[in-house]
């Protein structure tokens, strides 16, 4: 049993849910709603993708790996959303519904990363790059633990802008641009280094191919999102703080 299905549910759930909350607290108007979908749409399309390339097994080919995957499929998700801010409407939406957001929910949602515990118990079992596991795998769980405090820190209001974007900035360095290279140096292909089994091979196997096409992307988005949050909410106190 596997719990990568439901956090990439989870995942696809969390920012239609941020915008209908925002939207019922009218904090955004109905055309900013119908416009926020875009990317919404744009990312479970990109999901409903992943998860074909898994169950057919193409994401386990050699012709799959010959087109170097690790390096450019995981931006393909970042781009849909911010891609999208092109349009007035979407990232007027996407600001409000930041704004609106406590900090605590965009560090709790990192919590998600704790699900690298299942990496780590197959990494002992021999079934998962040690290479990886080490250098990516036992940060990012860290980092999933270390949001259960920051979240707590942030709800009680001990935790200021600048020490969040740092702390989301942190999260990003964690998978980019290290996790998608040492994934690449693990392919079959020109640019493998890493042979000895098991080899990044084991990653792109479903459902666990999920995390790198998708799932571990959405993590960074979230972080992404997060520092913009708090630019956003640091340049209204700024604002406020001249009149």
């Known amino acids: 049993m596997t719990i990568i299905p439901f956090l990439l549910l989870f995942q696809l759930l969390f920012l239609p849910f941020l915008a209908w909350k925002t939207w019922h607290n009218k904090y955004i108007d109905r055309t ?48 849909i959303i911010f891609a999208s801010l092109i349009l007035p409407k979407v990232r007027e939406g996407i600001g409000s519904i930041l704004t609106a957001t406590p900090a605590s929910w965009l560090v709790l949602v990192q919590a998600g990363r704790i699900s690298a515990l299942g990496t780590a118990y197959h990494t002992l079992q021999g079934t998962f790059p040690l290479y990886f596991e080490v250098v990516v795998g036992i940060p990012d769980l860290c980092f999933g633990f270390s949001a259960l405090i920051v979240a707590i820190l942030a709800i009680q209001h001990k935790l200021g802008s600048r020490t969040l974007i740092i702390w989301h ?30 080899t990044a091979e084991a990653v792109y196997t479903f459902p666990l191919s999920l995390a790198p096409m998708i799932i571990v992307p959405n993590f960074v988005t979230f972080n992404l999102l997060g520092i913009w949050r708090e630019r956003l909410i640091w340049k209204s106190k700024f604002v406020h703080s001249q009149k």
């Open 32 to 79: 900013q709603f119908k416009a926020i979908l875009i990317p919404i749409v744009g990312l479970t399309t990109w999901a409903a993708i992943t998860i074909l390339l898994g169950i057919t097994r193409i994401s386990e080919s050699e012709n799959f790996y010959q087109l170097y995957p690790a390096l450019w499929l995981p931006v393909i998700p970042i781009a």
């Open 169 to 198: 900035l942190l999260g990003c360095l964690i998978i980019v641009p290290t996790a998608p290279l040492l994934l690449q140096l693990g392919l079959p292909g020109a640019l493998q280094v890493f042979t000895q089994p098991p």
